[in-house]
């Protein structure tokens, strides 16, 4: 089963609860998922490999580590995976990225894809997947889907907020990928939004309600 981590980090903890508030502007919004984007960012790559090099300090010859070098990929779940990437690629400059489009149809609550463009050797990278919410999972299960068709084999998946059934959905179709998120929360409402959650990601980052 997929191994459910909540980054309890306290920086993560404070700037989720301003995050969360109804007033927040778009402005500090966006300025506040980019910062937790980038602390998680920091968390989810903590098992990178490392390799030992010599360098020239100005005193003497150190060994030290720098990174081995394993190939990255961010992806992120349209629209409101967007506001993640920044801060992801603030701290690993080297990803590629990847955006695979789903919105849910507001009726079905089903998930509907409508664009996928992918590093050509997503196969070959570790895939770091991106979305602020987990409520269903519908939407995440699918984009993983995508990825899996496209030959990726080692994904996480990285949410701001999750809701259990979205974390038992994702367990039961892709037992395989880590979820990683800053919080677990109550479950979902009628309209299937997480409680007591966000509200709408996207909407919220974009202004567009
Ligand atoms: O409270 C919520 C719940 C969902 N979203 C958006 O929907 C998808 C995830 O929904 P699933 O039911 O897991 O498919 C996510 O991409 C968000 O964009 C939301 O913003 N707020
Ligand atoms: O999942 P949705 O429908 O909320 O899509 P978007 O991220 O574009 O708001
Ligand atoms: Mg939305």
Redesign the pocket.
Known sequence: MAKLTIMDHPLIQHKLSLIRQKDRGAKEFRELVEEVAMLMAYEVTRHLPLKEVEIETPVAIAKTNILAGKKLGVVA?L???LGMISGFVKLIPAAKIGHIG???DPDT?E?VEYFSKLPQDVADREILVV????????????ALSVLKNKGARQIKLVVL?A?PE?VA?IQKDHPDVEIFTAALDEG?NDH???IP????????FFGTK
């Open positions: 779940i629209r409101a995976g789903i919105y849910r609550l998930p979305d602020p919410m987990l409520a269903t999972g519908g939407s995440a299960s699918a907020v809701a979205g959905r979902l299937a939004y997480i959650g966000l509200g709408d990601a996207g909407d919220r």
